[in-house]
């Protein structure tokens, strides 16, 4: 089941586009930030993804070889529709995703924990997410490193944008 397009999605895609960061080379300050994610949540996959029009694309991964995938089967889709983090214990149990390929195919996708990138004016571009191949929870400690990890990821975007836009102006 696709998740619903958010009402603002006409511009909260015009504002992804304005970070420039979609399709670039992989970077070990955000490889870091999404081991550290993986290593706080005790899970064997995190992500840094994206969400475009069609497709969700993975800034950084850990545990994945693939670098995006069908916005129609993102969990990504569905949290970015959400200020809080967006927890889906076992996909299974859930009607959203339990006949979604990711986790009835290879992948066995069982536990998705994603923490919105949202800017300044509010509009969420991606996760920073972890996922797991059997049902679990996080602890309110993991929740909280997720959320600060997540805030951290958009400091950095956020400041990357901004010294372009500065060097541009001169």
Known sequence: MSAPIPKNEKKRIQVLWQYDVLDTVPEAMFDDLTELAAC???TPIALISLVDEDRQWFKSKIGLTV????RDVAFCAHAILRRQLFIVPDA?????????PLVA??????FYAG?????????????????DRK????????????Q???RHI?????????IRELGGAT
């Open 40 to 42: 706080i949540c005790e």
């Open 67 to 70: 670098r995006e995938t069908s």
């Open 92 to 100: 299974t149990q859930d009607k959203r995703f339990k006949n979604n």
């Open 105 to 110: 195919g290879k992948n066995k996708i069982r």
């Open 115 to 131: 923490a919105p990138l949202t800017t300044p004016a509010g509009h969420a571009l991606g996760t920073l997410c972890v996922l």
């Open 135 to 146: 049902p679990r929870t996080l602890r309110p400690g993991q929740k909280r490193a997720l």
């Open 148 to 150: 600060i990890l997540a």
């Open 154 to 162: 958009m400091t950095h975007l956020e400041m990357r944008r901004r």
